[in-house]
């Protein structure tokens, strides 16, 4: 399959302590973030607890942004069977993330995102009794640096000769419905120095995901931090739709996508013509048949009782 590849403008950005990286929508956006000490608290305490499952068992967690946990569960009863689940915000009810009958063990989750997402475990009994239960621990999970624990992000708003400290891009855009997926990779230094940092991520467009990078840049104060975007993009036909550097991306990047409305406006004028049209030729042809019905209706009653009277 053909690839092309497409190198960003020089990134610059004011660093705290951390980058981090955000996707979604077919854009990439960079955030600074600074340390905290000491760490905020858990967003969720660890706990165990026994539970009893002669019905339908369930409970949610609401797991903050770029944050996870793990469930460890055991099973306390025999002579029955319980199917187990996992779903996410946005899981078909009934394709959970994970399902398997009478699980034991650990069922990890992170949250990749950039928004809060809901996570919800079901145990269902298949068959049960007075005595079913199973015991369920349950642990936050960091990783480090991890935002909302040891690091938030900059709103100092600074721009330290030309390096903005905080939130910002898009520095990198492409067609979401043409690319469905594509290679990112960041290399990281301090300004005018050797890269301090690799990382590499592939984004779904239409997934809005976020990661920081370990390295921090511990120079006292704000960092001037240079960044570089390679971005590997596959087409079958090699035709791409991608604007590597900020300086071309437009302030309203939906902008881009004003063809597709454009076309997308047309096809339906079109379909609803037709579906009109259709419905027209549907009303005509149903009259003609209603009339043909009456007509042969009345000649073959005319014609039966000639015939029965003529037989009478």
């Known amino acids: 399959m053909p690839v092309q590849k497409f190198v960003s403008e020089k990134i610059q950005v004011g660093v705290s302590d951390y980058v981090g990286v955000g996707t979604g929508q077919g854009s990439v956006e960079i955030f600074t973030l600074k340390e905290v000490d000491p760490p905020l608290p858990d967003w969720k305490n660890s706990y165990e607890e026994t539970i009893s499952v002669t019905s339908s068992y369930s409970t949610s967690f609401v797991v903050p942004a770029l944050h996870n946990f793990k469930l460890k569960l055991k099973k ?17 009810i009934n394709y959970p993330d994970v399902i398997v009958k009478n699980f034991e063990g650990t069922l990890p ?31 936050p999970v960091y990783e480090w640096p991890m935002v ?18 905080g939130r910002s891009g898009p520095y990198a855009v492409w067609d979401q419905y043409r690319h469905m997926s594509v290679k990112l990779d960041f290399t990281f230094g301090y300004a005018n120095a050797p890269i301090s940092a690799h990382k590499t991520l592939i984004a779904n467009s239409f997934d809005s995901e976020a990661f920081v990078l370990p390295n921090r840049f511990d120079e006292k104060g704000i ?32 902008t881009l ?22 419905g027209q030729d549907i009303s005509v042809e149903l009259e003609n048949i209603s009339s043909n019905d009456t007509t042969t209706a009345t000649s073959s009653g005319t ?9 009478y």
């Open 76 to 92: 306390l009863s025999t002579n029955d069977e319980h199917l187990v689940s996992l779903s996410s915000s946005g899981t078909d």
């Open 109 to 139: 989750y992170s949250n990749k995102t950039v928004i809060d997402q809901t996570v919800v475990l079901t145990i269902t009994p298949i068959s049960s009794h007075e005595t079913s239960s199973y015991k369920i621990n349950f642990d």
């Open 148 to 165: 909302g624990k040891n690091c938030v992000l900059d709103e100092s708003k600074l721009i330290i000769s030309e390096y903005p400290t």
């Open 223 to 254: 960092s001037k931090v240079d960044i570089l975007l390679t971005l590997t993009v596959e087409d079958p036909t090699g035709e791409y739709s991608v604007i590597p550097k900020k300086s071309n991306i437009p302030s309203d990047v939906n």
């Open 257 to 278: 996508y004003d063809i597709y409305k454009t076309n997308r406006e047309k096809a339906i004028q079109v379909i609803d013509e037709r579906k009109f049209n259709a």
């Open 303 to 311: 014609s039966g009782t000639s015939g029965t009277s003529g037989g």
